[in-house]
């Protein structure tokens, strides 16, 4: 193991400064100024920011990365950073990362300065979608077979390059699309390091990297209690102490607002992951189920017990085809009976564009959706607002051909003169045809994806472990049995009893839940059973749902296949993220003893 007396006390602190692509512009002034960082990390990269990317470069070559990397983010620092020695870490290459070096190496220029820049290659493999798909390589979710043509195809690559590339001398490293948690891994492994066969650490480090991967989110972002968390427009960034064990402290810069606290941390920790007992990454397997998050202070909190074991021999691949166009409009309708009104406005457009299609010999729409934001139809049978008088009617619909959507546009606009009273809007132009981007992913052969790191135009392969372990999840936990002598019950909202955060992975959405106290959670676990769930959840959720016991933090992971309507930029959903679905939970009534229900008042 790689924690011998020369790293055993040492500490590296990382700041996280972006969780996506349009973050905002003060969290690397904020981090860098706060003198508490030694590296600098930035996540920009999601599926439908790929899909964006792809979009950008194929109107110009030159494109393709995140530009706010460069011109935002590194334009307020880079000198500061130089000046202090912190190293930066960012994914913002996107699908053209020497794009992304040479326009930050011009910024550089400009500024008068000289850093090292490294290049992290060879996650694009849109070249080799051909014969993957001759070979029989199928979408890894729905079943599919690979599409002929592809916008974009990239490999999720690990940290180990990266740390390479720092050994190597780099200052500054730009990759495309990796793992989120790697670009704080591959520090990690460079100061401490750690080898591939370091698991039990590399599990740690992945996690400190999945803790700050979406900047604020571990700050007090998002926390259900949201009302404890002070001076949002100051809310700090996180910034992560991390030891040789892998082990780490969680904080932020000293002044700034936000909340550090472990049920904020914990429910970061389960977000956007599925199997806690099997979380895939390419440099380790790891199992969250032990980790325990420790309060030490108001500023800070502890985090430990991450195991890992060997990863497989795959990267997972992110890939988007183009699916057509899609297209959609949306008008307010006010006064009385306004959801009623607002539900069949959307539904005499789509009939009367159906209608025009038809009549022109054009096929119909792929799909066509209205959704009412004002009405609770998110909720389906659990709305309350019943007689909401301001409605925002959304008709969303996706066709083969670009100038039938022209059409639909043409007709939001009559529906003002035309049949609801009340209807209005903040703006009268008509909406335009994009792209429809569908995305899918698909597993390959590590060894068959060269990577290549490159500093200062200087190339060389980069050491990747080839992976000898398999996907099998390990014996599933559950807690102890819930019993209670008090047979009366008191229904109570589950946001008494439980935080969480939901969010998604292509179209499944998972749903962390953290017991307010551990000798609630046999209770959760006997009431929230994944029928009741799904029966929650039947007006959006059509697959299987899963639950996942995390005895460190007294937790449950819920997964929800097929229930996000395709899911990123393929869903016509207010909500196609799963973003609130979470905070739709948290109103379920969970029967509770009248004693507990005392309690909480």
């Known amino acids: 193991m790689a924690t011998q007396e020369t790293t055993a006390n040492k500490t590296v602190r990382i700041g996280g400064a972006s969780g996506f692509w349009g973050d905002s512009m003060v969290g690397a002034p904020q981090l860098v ?33 995140a530009t706010d990397f460069v011109d935002i983010a590194m334009k307020a620092v880079l000198p500061e950073v130089m ?36 290049v992290v290659t060879g996650d694009d493999i849109s070249a080799q979608m051909p014969r993957l798909r001759e070979a029989g390589v199928r979408d890894m979710f729905s079943g599919e077979a690979l599409p002929e043509k592809i916008l974009s195809a990239n490999a999720y690559l690990g940290a180990f390059p990266v740390a390479q590339a720092l050994a190597a001398g780099a200052d500054i490293v730009i990759t495309g699309r990796g793992v989120d948690s790697a670009a704080t891994l591959g520090p990690l492994i460079h100061e401490f390091g750690w080898t591939p066969d370091d698991w039990h650490p590399l599990a740690g480090g992945s996690l400190a990297g999945h803790i700050v991967e979406c900047g604020c989110q571990a700050t007090g972002g998002l926390h259900t209690d949201w009302e404890r968390v002070e001076d949002w427009p100051n809310i700090g960034y996180p910034i992560i102490e991390c030891h040789a064990d892998g082990s780490f402290e969680v904080t932020k810069p000293a002044g700034t607002g936000g909340l550090i606290a472990r049920a904020a941390v914990a429910e970061q920790l389960l977000y956007e992951i599925g199997d806690p007992g099997a979380y895939l990454l390419p440099d380790v397997t790891c199992d969250f189920r032990q980790v325990v998050i420790e309060q030490l202070s108001p500023e800070r909190v502890r985090v430990s017990g991450a195991l890992g074991r060997a990863p497989t021999d795959s990267y997972k691949v992110s890939a988007t085809q183009l699916d057509g166009w899609r297209c959609a409009g949306t008008m307010v309708i006010i006064g009385i009976d306004a959801a009623a009104k607002a539900q069949r406005t959307g539904e005499a457009v789509i009939a009367r564009t159906s209608a025009l299609l038809k009549s022109l010999g054009l096929p119909g729409y792929t799909s066509a959706n209205v959704a009412l934001l004002g009405a609770e139809t998110l909720y389906g049978p659990h709305a309350r607002t019943g007689a909401s008088r301001e409605v925002m009617v959304r008709i969303a619909v996706t066709h083969p051909m670009k100038h039938a959507l022209e059409i639909f546009a043409r007709e939001i606009a009559p529906s003002g003169t035309s049949w609801s009273p009340g209807t209005t809007g903040p703006s009268t132009g008509r909406p335009s045809a994009s792209p429809n981007i569908k995305p899918l992913s698909l597993l390959v052969k590590k060894t068959e994806v060269p990577v290549t790191v490159v500093v200062d135009g200087q190339a060389q392969p980069a050491a990747i472990a080839p992976g000898t372990g398999d996907a099998t999840a390990p014996a599933a936990l559950a807690p102890a049995e819930w019993g209670s002598a008090d047979t009366e019950t008191v229904d109570v909202p589950l946001v008494r009893l439980a935080w969480a955060r939901s969010g998604d992975k292509g179209d499944i959405s998972n749903i962390g839940l953290i017991a307010r106290d551990p000798a609630w959670m046999p209770l959760i676990w006997a009431r929230l059973t994944p029928e009741v769930v799904k029966a929650y959840f039947a007006h959006l959720v059509k697959g299987e749902v899963r639950r996942f016991y995390l005895p460190g933090i007294h937790a449950m992971n819920i997964t929800m296949e097929q229930a996000l309507d395709g899911g990123g930029p393929a869903s016509a959903r207010m909500d196609p993220l799963g973003k609130g679905m979470g905070q739709m939970l948290l109103d379920l009534p969970i029967a509770v003893p009248k004693a507990l229900a005392r309690q909480l008042g």
């Open 83 to 118: 000046r202090r020695g912190i190293k930066v870490v960012a994914n913002a290459g996107g699908i053209h990362p020497q794009g992304c070096a040479d326009a930050l190496r011009a910024l550089a220029d400009t500024l008068g300065l000289k850093p090292r820049i490294a």
């Open 33 to 65: 100024n706060s003198g508490q960082i030694d590296y600098l990390v930035f996540d920009y990269l999601a599926e439908t920011t790929m899909a964006i990317l792809a979009a950008a470069r194929a109107k110009k070559p030159e494109m393709g990365y």
